[in-house]
């Protein structure tokens, strides 16, 4: 997306034109393909916390890419979009790398393999993209371990650093019905050195056969390193001892996936382990930690664990962004888990830590830089609770207009209801609390989502993005949103995108259109900021 008068660069998956007036809007298979390897759908839908498996009937132009023998380009964006983490689910990537590998063009399959260690970073990774082709071959006489899998595969193992790859192994055995022992075994491979020889030992052979065959050689620092850690992985899964796991925990970094179920069921060894988790893994189980009495009110291990949450270092290093933050916050805060009976006393020491956290990491939110107008339904729907989450559509509306406010320079920040728009005084010194006071103390009526795109054209604003919040799938139009949105760029000049975010929404597109600059939201999670800023940038 461009500004005004400005012409569409080539790295753009759009291009001008013949008549000069800005940028056509019709959907491009490149950009088809951008929002499937995105979110899973080549359509103008996004749906929160909608996961599920990748199947061809929503892949056809990605099918049709490769028909057309684009395969080579189709493997350079699935590479994009993961090295960039702009794709918000991973396996659309997964499942086009896996269709890409067994094309029938040999400049495909061979771009597809050598991208393979690339795309897939770590074993679950690794499983999925396996599980992918074992499906798209179902039905077919051939199997998926061809000579150029097997190399493939193998290249992946032998490539790894042998320290992480050792740690791997032993945090993440099978997934998807595959383990390690089936891709070694599957893929013939012949390990590259004698570390990773070790390892895949390990692996295949078991610990006993090792100890065998290494006891008494002579072996190089990196082997005998190897092996140390594999000592010690084992030892903490054979052992009874509290102590001692605790002390194998600290000295060796060791993660709850290497340990056995009978050893988390002590407190003291779910303490060991808070110290090192990563943070984001940390926020996810503080309520089943408080209910378990291993984070309890004033002890040391609840304020080291306050003191981590709304450190700026932790933050930065785990890159936790501020809606990720507010979600497990909320969570927390409630008291329960959404099933089951896990119940817990929220700790009012971490609820004051997390609500520190909230704040200092929009330092983590890099700005789009583009002009933005976020518009807020005032009307009794905003009393509503965000689907999956414990948000109210109030704090999901103040929190997004939050980020956008603090991190983008120019902004226009509107609530909108019946036959009015009222432009909001939202500073970056604000809090949560006097956003959404901001927000709601205007009075409510029906919804009309046209009128924040009116308002933008009849006061002279030129909008890159007008992001729409509201909860109701149904709303009542004026005019249509997509012939408003037209119409503003015609007199404005500016290429402007429209995203309406159904809050409360499980599906519903506001009109059925095949303008690329409109996308609906349905729910909201932290992908939807990602898909809100993929198409403020015009990569989907």
């Not at 996004?46 to 057309?68: I, P, W």
């Not at 926020?283 to 450190?311: F, H, Y």
């Not at 006097?434 to 924040?452: N, W």
Request: with cysteine.
């Amino acid at each position: 997306m461009e500004p005004s008068g400005s012409t569409t660069t080539s790295s753009s998956n759009h291009t001008p034109n013949s008549t000069g007036v800005g940028c056509p809007w019709e959907i491009s298979d490149k950009a088809r393909l951008c929002r499937f390897l995105c979110y899973g759908l080549e359509g103008d839908i996004y749906t929160a916390r909608e996961e599920g498996r990748v199947s061809m009937k929503n892949a056809e132009t990605l099918f049709s890419l490769l028909q057309e023998g684009q395969g080579a380009e189709v493997v350079e964006e699935i590479k994009r979009f993961t090295k960039d983490e702009r794709a918000v689910r991973l396996g659309p990537s997964f499942f086009a790398l896996a269709l890409c590998s067994q094309h029938s063009e040999l400049k495909t399959r061979q771009a597809a393999f050598n991208a393979l260690k690339e795309v897939c970073r770590d074993p679950a990774h690794l499983f999925s993209f396996i599980q992918y082709k074992k499906e798209l071959k179902e039905g077919m006489k051939c199997g998926i371990w061809g000579r150029a899998l097997r190399r493939a595969v193998s290249d992946w193992y032998n490539e790894q650093d042998a320290m992480s790859l050792a740690a791997a192994v032993t945090k993440c055995k099978q997934r998807e019905g595959w383990s390690h022992q089936d891709l070694l075994r599957l893929s013939h491979t012949k390990p590259a050195n004698e570390a990773i020889a070790l390892i895949s030992k390990y692996v295949t052979k078991g610990w006993k056969e090792v100890q065998v065959a290494y006891e008494d050689k002579e072996n190089s620092e990196e082997v005998a390193k190897v092996l140390s850690y594999l000592e010690v992985v084992e030892k903490a899964k054979h052992s009874c001892d509290e102590t001692e796991v605790i002390n194998l925990i600290e000295e060796h970094k060791l993660e709850r996936e290497q340990l056995l179920t009978d050893h988390l069921k002590s407190k003291q060894v779910w303490r060991a382990l808070l110290k090192e988790m990563p943070l984001q893994s940390v926020l996810r189980i503080l309520g089943k930690m408080t209910a378990n009495k291993v984070l309890e009110p004033g002890t040391s291990e609840t304020q080291t664990v306050c003191d981590r949450i709304q450190s700026e270092t932790a933050l930065k290093k785990a890159n936790l962004h501020p809606f990720s933050i507010l979600l497990a916050s909320e969570y927390y805060k409630r008291g329960q888990g959404y099933q089951g009976k896990t119940k817990w006393e929220p700790d009012s020491s971490i609820l004051k830590a997390m609500d520190s956290a909230f704040y200092k990491s929009f330092m983590n939110v890099d700005p789009v830089g583009k002009r933005f107008v976020v518009a807020v339904d005032v009307s009794t729907s905003l009393s509503s609770i965000v689907p999956g989450t414990s948000i109210s559509t109030a704090v999901a509306a103040a929190a997004i207009t939050m980020i956008f406010a603090r991190t983008e320079a120019d902004i226009h920040v509107l609530a909108y209801s019946e036959g009015f728009v009222v432009p909001c005084k939202v500073s970056a010194d604000m809090t949560l609390a006097q956003v959404t006071v901001e927000l709601v103390k205007v009075p409510g009526g029906s919804t009309d989502c046209t009128l924040p795109i009116t308002w933008a054209t009849e006061n002279g604003k030129a909008v890159d993005v007008f992001i729409i919040l509201t909860n109701n799938p149904l709303w009542t139009f004026t005019a249509s949103p997509v012939e408003s949105l037209k119409k503003h760029r015609q007199i404005s000049g500016a290429n402007s995108k429209l995203v309406m975010c159904g809050l409360t929404s499980i599906g519903h597109a506001i009109a059925d259109t095949e303008d690329r600059g409109v996308l609906s939201i349905c729910g909201f999670d932290l992908g939807a900021l990602s898909v809100i800023r993929n198409l403020a940038q015009d990569l989907i």
